[in-house]
T-cell receptor, first 114, second 113 residues
Framework: DGGITQSPKYLFRKEGQNVTLSCEQNLNHDAMYWYRQDPGQGLRLIYYSQIVNDFQKGDIAEGYSVSREKKESFPLTVTSAQKNPTAFYLC?????????????FGEGSRLTVL | GQNIDQPTEMTATEGAIVQINCTYQTSGFNGLFWYQQHAGEAPTFLSYNVLDGLEEKGRFSSFLSRSKGYSYLLLKELQMKDSASYLCAVRLHGSSNTGKLIFGQGTTLQVKP
């Protein structure tokens, strides 16, 4: 079945360590997105990519980095420069070729920094 | 800056109708989305409006007025499983369906028996 796979689902890390969250999609979608969600809050955009080898900063990109070397993959690295990395991270993709272009989300990765 | 406002919390009774409002002030507009999110889960797509008017989908309807920067999500015949957060989101770019999509803070709806 087509979909978006995020891994790991739960991740614990010590302060000062970089961590990479994986996001893979087999929907053949052009665009991919990373959002962060804190308890009781909406989704805030970290980075997004409309096409392979290109990406743009969202509203809270500081302390994060991404790459888009393949259409299917959009990994997110949470670096030690991110001051409050503990959060629920959601990856999404959308089809730019027609329809509404709604986002399809992965199951999320919950990162806890100890 | 971009601003999307929704009420933080709402409560309604099973079987009733509830309307969740969303107002937005953004630098661009290429569609408004509503998503449902149950606690601890990923959001799921409910509806999309790009032109003014009402879109109906079963028990859910969504309305858009671009001139007023206003949308609402209407839920009819409420069921207990409708207890969730409802997220309003605006796509900013005017020429692509892959443009930047920003979300409001979400409205947590509690349905009571």
């Amino acid at each position: 079945d087509g979909g978006i796979t995020q891994s790991p689902k739960y991740l614990f890390r010590k302060e000062g360590q970089n961590v990479t969250l994986s996001c893979e999609q087999n929907l053949n979608h052009d665009a991919m997105y990373w959002y962060r969600q804190d308890p009781g809050q909406g989704l805030r955009l970290i980075y997004y990519s409309q096409i392979v080898n290109d990406f743009q900063k969202g509203d809270i990109a500081e302390g994060y980095s991404v790459s888009r070397e393949k259409k299917e993959s959009f990994p997110l690295t949470v670096t030690s420069a991110q001051k409050n990395p503990t959060a629920f991270y959601l990856c999404a993709s959308s089809d730019g070729t027609g329809g509404t272009g709604e986002l399809f989300f992965g199951e999320g990765s919950r990162l806890t920094v100890l | 800056g971009q601003n999307i406002d929704q009420p933080t919390e709402m409560t309604a009774t099973e079987g009733a109708i509830v309307q969740i409002n969303c107002t937005y002030q953004t630098s661009g507009f290429n569609g408004l989305f509503w998503y449902q999110q149950h606690a601890g889960e990923a959001p799921t797509f409910l509806s999309y409006n790009v032109l003014d008017g009402l879109e109906e989908k079963g028990r859910f309807s969504s309305f858009l007025s671009r001139s007023k920067g206003y949308s609402y999500l209407l839920l009819k015949e409420l069921q207990m499983k409708d207890s969730a957060s409802y997220l309003c989101a605006v796509r900013l770019h005017g020429s692509s369906n892959t443009g930047k999509l920003i979300f409001g803070q979400g409205t947590t709806l509690q349905v009571k028996p």
